[in-house]
T-cell receptor, first 111, second 114 residues
Framework: KQEVTQIPAALSVPEGENLVLNCSFT??????LQWFRQDPGKGLTSLLL?????REQTSGRLNASLDKSSGRSTLYIAASQPGDSATYLC??????????FGEGTQLTVNP | KAGVTQTPRYLIKTRGQQVTLSCSPI?????VSWYQQTPGQGLQFLFE???????NKGNFPGRFSGRQFSNSRSEMNVSTLELGDSALYLC?????????????FGPGTRLTVL
């Protein structure tokens, strides 16, 4: 059974800092890995999708990497802003179960 | 293009009742998946529908069921509600439901069972 773990569970940083969120998964037979953002009480916003054959994806200040063989992904956020405060969720897609999510990292960026 | 919409946004029910939630996917998307989010269990996959057929199912009891209509809109039904069914129910749509497709999520329906 696929299990996804995210570290740290919570993170508080000052504005402008670069930061890294970590995600690990137990079964490397994934089709893709997605990073999502969730604001309190809201749905999920897809940030980046990395296919299993890819190593990384970039969008603006966000960069996500994938090492499928070791079961790890990182989300790098450059020059963090207060508007980046949210919960960040990592999810992997495996056949038959669609997305399996981690518990999330709650990020607070202080002005 | 309009995003995924879910109705109602909030719902309060009592134990033993049943509830139906609705999800309208992005226009042109044919796959709809449902997820349950609770503080204790996090986000868990319920089921996926594609072309009016259930294609995948998560590990939930038979009280949870769903269906998809010819216009790709989907409904989820929970019968004999329990306190533990209180959760945010999210639906997501994707173009063809391929495992390489991005899933786009709606805002969710917040269900409270009293």
């Amino acid at each position: 059974k696929q299990e996804v773990t995210q570290i740290p569970a919570a993170l508080s940083v000052p504005e402008g800092e670069n930061l890294v969120l970590n995600c690990s998964f137990t079964d490397s037979a994934i089709y893709n890995l997605q990073w999502f953002r969730q604001d309190p009480g809201k749905g999920l916003t897809s940030l980046l999708l990395i296919q299993s054959s890819q190593r990384e994806q970039t969008s603006g200040r966000l960069n996500a990497s994938l090492d499928k063989s070791s079961g790890r992904s990182t989300l790098y956020i450059a020059a963090s802003q207060p508007g980046d405060s949210a919960t960040y969720l990592c999810a992997v897609e495996t056949s038959g179960s669609r997305l399996t999510f981690g518990e999330g990292t709650q990020l607070t960026v202080n002005p | 293009k309009a995003g995924v919409t879910q109705t109602p946004r909030y719902l309060i029910k009592t134990r033993g009742q049943q509830v139906t939630l609705s999800c309208s996917p992005i226009s042109g998307h044919r796959s709809v998946s449902w997820y349950q989010q609770t503080p204790g269990q996090g986000l868990q996959f319920l089921f996926e529908y594609f072309s009016e057929t259930q294609r995948n199912k998560g590990n939930f009891p038979g009280r949870f069921s769903g269906r998809q209509f010819s216009n790709s809109r989907s409904e989820m039904n929970v019968s004999t509600l329990e306190l533990g069914d209180s959760a945010l129910y999210l639906c997501a749509s994707s173009l063809e439901g391929k495992l390489t497709d991005t899933q786009y999520f709606g805002p969710g329906t917040r269900l409270t069972v009293l």
